[in-house]
């Protein structure tokens, strides 16, 4: 029988499965770009008494534009930013679906350049829009963006959004400012910057946030789900222009981001300093892991994430299958061949490595 028979479901969506990577209960869980460290006994108290707050208004509807939390996004963002210019929904995905439903839709075409996120295409195939893939530079150095080819392409498809990821995920590559400024030249439409893993950059200095000041149909979207240590709360968000923002307040359903939500990402924002502290130790095991793997006779691709690519084997899942079976659970995406592991603690990168040796040795 064929899926989606029985109901009247639409075509392009039929026979298409829910998106997600196995949520399985592991030892050690490196598949989901997740921050590994939890909160602390003083921040789930901050958290608490702010819910508790929260829930004593819980009667009302929240705040529809989430002014105070986008004034406090603004001030973290820096660059001279203001609340009328940052917009905040549930997780970045929210704000993509936003700005897919506002700029794509029916009739219209979304490119991005591959392999990068697989929510890009899927977000834009749920919203009608047309999604035209195009290739990231196959060189042996990684996995680039060539400014004057990716003009070209976006000069060729004229698409209404065009997404870019630096740091990109899977690869890890964070792409030069002249490859953003080419496309913004370029691009008859938006263009979307996913900057989800900016903070595990190691230039962090070279943020699209840089260029808001020129280009009226650039947008950053960013997350408090990875460097924030925050994937629970739900909490993305982005910087563009006053009129950007205003175009996603037409789609917005109205009261989209709970009291709660609020609340409790305006208290991570003035814990800032803490959480973010994780992010350095992150980098620097980031590092070490390219290292080991490199060392091993593996390739791995230079990261800018909280994530390695390493590879390449010619049977990447009995890999993945191994590392499972000795509690170690990584992520099977990326060009094939290649594998994705999360950077943990140093307890878990210890385990992750004995596991792969194990399961090399026994290849
Ligand atoms: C993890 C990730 C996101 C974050 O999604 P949220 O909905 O904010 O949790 C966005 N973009 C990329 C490229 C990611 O890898």
């Known amino acids: 029988m064929r899926t989606g028979q029985a109901l009247p479901l639409r075509d392009d969506l039929a026979g298409r499965e829910p998106y997600g990577s196995p949520q399985l209960d592991v030892p050690v869980r490196l598949n989901v770009n997740e921050n590994p460290y939890p909160p ?195 909490v993305g968000y982005l910087a563009a222009a006053p009129a950007v923002v205003r175009a996603l307040q037409i789609v917005r359903l109205p009261y989209h981001l709970s009291a709660i939500t609020q609340a409790v990402a305006r208290v991570a924002l003035r814990h800032a300093g803490e959480l973010l502290a994780t992010v350095s130790d992150l980098r620097l095991e980031r590092d070490a892991l390219v290292g080991w793997l490199r060392g091993r006779g593996l390739a791995a691709a230079d990261s800018d994430a909280n994530f390695v690519l390493f590879g390449t084997f010619a049977d990447r899942h009995a890999v993945w299958q191994g590392l499972l079976d000795r509690g170690v659970l990584i992520r099977e995406v990326g060009p094939p061949g290649w594998l994705r592991v999360t950077v943990g603690t140093a307890a878990e990168m210890s385990a992750f490595r004995a596991a792969l040796n194990d399961v090399l040795a026994g290849a």
């Open 40 to 234: 602390s006994a003083a921040l789930v108290r901050a958290i608490a008494a702010a819910v508790a707050g929260a829930a004593a208004g819980l009667n009302r509807y929240p705040d529809r534009d989430a002014a105070g939390l986008r004034d406090d996004l603004a001030r973290y963002l820096g660059h001279g930013l203001t609340g009328e210019q940052v917009w905040a929904a549930n997780g970045s995905n929210e704000i993509i679906q936003q700005l897919l439903q506002a700029f794509g839709g029916a009739g219209r075409t979304a490119l991005g350049f591959e392999p990068s996120y697989s929510m890009h295409p899927e977000i834009a195939q749920n919203t009608g829009t047309r999604w035209v893939p195009a290739a990231r530079d196959a060189g042996d150095d990684g996995f680039g963006l060539d400014p004057g080819r990716a003009a070209a392409v976006v000069g060729e498809q004229q698409p209404d959004v065009v997404f870019l990821a630096s740091p990109n995920n899977p690869t890890g590559t964070a792409l030069p400012l002249a490859v953003i400024e080419a496309v913004c030249a370029a691009a008859p439409g938006m263009v979307v910057v996913d900057e989800a893993y900016a903070e595990f950059a190691r230039d962090r200095s070279r943020s699209a946030l840089d260029l808001l000041p020129r280009y009226e149909r650039l947008v950053v979207t960013r997350t408090m789900s990875k460097a924030f240590a925050l994937a629970g709360a739900r």
